[in-house]
């Protein structure tokens, strides 16, 4: 089966013993970053989220800025998918990565991302152990001034 037959079994209008076809054979792809957020084939991104949580820390680590990117908005479909499956990987394999896309974020004044790598610091005790104090307390400032415009 091609990847393009694939995506089409992933799309989320498909029926359910379809998109589970197309799950079962998106797991054997190699080179699965393709799943990662596949470009304009949001209809599918549910689905590429299921597959792409199963993999391990190790497997991941390479996509990290990738997986963090996708969670800058949970109305994203298979965002809270990947938020949660970040919540339980590695902190020090996400320690780099998370302060990079928070600095990157606050530049941004990019708040529901932001809110999003916060939860994500929240949920992952050792994260938020190694996370910068300054930046933390500069996103926790800059989210108490967005509530206050509220």
């Keep these: 089966m091609n990847i393009d037959e694939i995506f089409d079994l992933l799309r989320w209008d498909k029926p359910e013993i379809m ?11 190699q080179n699965f970053y393709i799943l990662i957020r596949p470009g304009c084939n949001i209809h599918i991104w549910d689905n590429c989220a299921i597959v792409v949580s199963e993999k391990n820390d190790m497997e991941l680590y ?10 800058r908005d949970l109305t994203w479909p298979g965002a809270d998918i990947i938020l949660e499956r970040l919540k339980n990987m590695d902190a020090d394999l996400l320690e780099a990565p998370v302060y990079c896309s928070a600095r990157d974020a606050l530049a941004l004044q990019y708040e529901s991302w932001l809110r999003n790598l916060m939860e994500l610091c929240d ?28």
């Design 62 to 71: 390479p996509y990290i800025i990738m997986l963090l990117e996708w969670i």
């Design 19 to 29: 998109q589970q076809k197309g799950i079962t054979a998106a797991r054997e792809i």
């Design 123 to 150: 949920k992952n005790e050792g994260l938020k152990q190694k996370m910068d104090p300054d930046l933390y307390q500069k996103i926790v400032h800059f989210l108490e001034e967005m509530d206050k415009d509220e």
